[in-house]
């Protein structure tokens, strides 16, 4: 049997997990990314595919490729592939069994229900049976990675999660608009007040002691109040090259949505459950709505 094929609309952090986790379980996966990607934590981003022509993340390869029949040869042949189509045309053209909104846009800047057989959008922007078919909750708390079958995720407060105690505390933004240099790079040690890079000349300062655990590429543009760097204060290196703990639980609950709706459409057993027919299963009734 044909594996399913799966397209990811975004290759950063969040993407990445999810792509990894799909990929282990069997899916055909294609992403989908911009020209010139600004992941922060890229050395765990497949996105980082557009740069260097191929990128590893915990055993699993990303390659660039540059259409989408090419794309699909690289899936089939165990890689994942990753295009450049940041207006998302190739979903037409390769028809996808399943679409996962991991843009991270905190706005639904495009996405429809009737992309795929099964669309999933990640974190705020999106409304499980309006514009997607599923939800999978984002912020770092009890909810993360859940699978909203109705409604929305929490709305975004703009404030990082913690990590060893740190929070808002961890993140370097920049001063301005302008072009990043970088002095230090991702997994290095840190004392709190080192120099770790510029902004249009504006020096970016380690808020913190720990490692460099996200970085915006040197060469890239940055506009005032952007994200450019995170420290993390636990000083584990090796944390910096693998997928974290949220990444992978909000891959945890793309996977249960895309095998949860799956089952229903590729089935044929009906419209996708919503949370009351759920419940009514979990007490012993029909769980499909029949057409």
Not at 143 to 163: E, F, M, Y
Request: charged letters at 25%; a positive charge.
């Amino acid at each position: 049997m044909k594996k399913k094929l799966v397209i990811i609309k975004g290759a950063g952090d969040l993407a990445t997990g999810t792509a990894h986790r799909l990929f282990r379980c069997g899916f055909r996966v294609i992403m989908l990314e911009k020209p010139d990607p600004d992941s922060i934590r890229r050395a765990v981003c497949f996105a980082q595919a557009v740069y260097s022509g191929v990128h590893t993340v915990d055993g699993v390869t990303a390659v660039f490729t540059h259409d989408p029949e090419k794309a699909v040869e690289a899936a089939n042949s165990g890689r994942v592939p990753v295009i450049i189509d940041p207006l998302w045309l190739s979903i037409g053209q390769l028809r996808p069994d399943v679409v996962v909104d991991a843009v991270m846009a905190k706005r639904n800047l495009g996405t429809a229900i009737d992309e795929a057989p099964v669309v999933i959008g990640l974190g705020p922007g999106f409304t499980a049976g309006e514009d997607v078919h599923a939800v999978v909750e984002t912020c770092r708390g009890h909810d993360l990675g859940r699978v909203i079958l109705s409604g929305s995720a929490a709305t975004n407060t703009g404030a990082p999660g913690k990590i060893g105690g740190y929070g808002v505390e961890r993140v370097i933004r920049s001063p301005g608009k302008g072009i990043m240099t970088t002095f230090k790079d991702i997994g290095d040690p840190v004392e709190k007040g080192d120099i770790i890079g510029t902004v249009g000349g504006r020096n970016l300062v380690a808020p913190l002691s720990g490692v460099v655990r996200g970085l915006l590429k040197s060469g890239l543009e940055a506009v005032e109040g952007m994200k450019v760097g995170d420290i993390d204060p636990r000083c584990r290196r090796e944390n910096c090259f693998t997928i974290s703990d949220k990444s992978r639980a909000v891959a945890g609950g793309v996977v249960e949505a895309v095998m949860w709706l799956t089952a229903v459409y590729m089935g044929g057993r009906g419209t996708p459950p919503d949370e009351k027919s759920l419940e009514a299963h979990l007490k012993g009734g029909s769980l499909f709505a029949k057409n």
